[in-house]
């Protein structure tokens, strides 16, 4: 369900959609031929694959712990203005505010301490976790399962973030 909502999010309907759907029927003779938001074409699904997989004896940082969250605040802050002014810290929120060049510091510092990869809480949610394994990485007993229209997980996350799959597109 995890893997599902992070990957999925990218679909959802950004606040002004709505403005813009009404100014696209409001266009007389046009062809209603645009994607909507909120919507995932089923043509998505064949392209990934879902994976599982036994991990052992690997190390993984769980960056959002205390111990690591100073660990990564004394080595990066440097780098990253934050304005105390507006009472922004260099905290848990900032990690979780997508700012992908942070995002992409912490994994080169986790990977050359030599960690497996990363332990992380979703940001959809303090319930749901992920695993981001830095390659190469020798998976020993794994499976790997196509991507169905009926997968409860997937259905759940649609519903979530509120999307439909469109077997047409």
Not at 96 to 123: E, K, N, P, W
Not at 143 to 163: C, F, G, I, S, Y
Request: aromatic residues 10%; proline residues 5%.
């Amino acid at each position: 369900l995890a893997c599902y909502l992070e990957t999925l999010a990218r679909y959802r309907r950004p606040p002004e959609a709505e403005q813009l759907l009404s100014a696209l029927a409001s266009i007389k003779n046009a062809q209603d031929d645009y994607t909507s938001h909120a919507t995932v074409p089923a043509s998505w699904l064949p392209t990934r694959s879902l994976g599982m997989a036994l991990l052992t004896k690997r190390r993984f940082a769980n960056v959002y712990s205390s111990e690591w969250l100073a660990y990564i605040r004394r080595n990066l802050e440097p780098m990253f203005s934050v304005r105390r002014t507006d009472g922004q810290d260099f905290d848990l929120a900032l990690l979780l505010s997508q700012r992908r060049a942070l995002t992409r510091r912490i994994a080169t510092l986790v990977y050359r301490l030599g960690y497996d990869g990363i332990y992380y809480q979703s940001r959809h949610g303090a319930d749901l976790f992920n695993w981001a394994l830095f390659e190469p990485f020798d998976l020993a007993s794994q499976t790997v399962l196509d991507l169905r229209m009926e997968d409860p997980d997937l259905m759940e996350a649609l519903k979530r973030l509120n999307l439909t799959l469109n077997p047409n597109l």
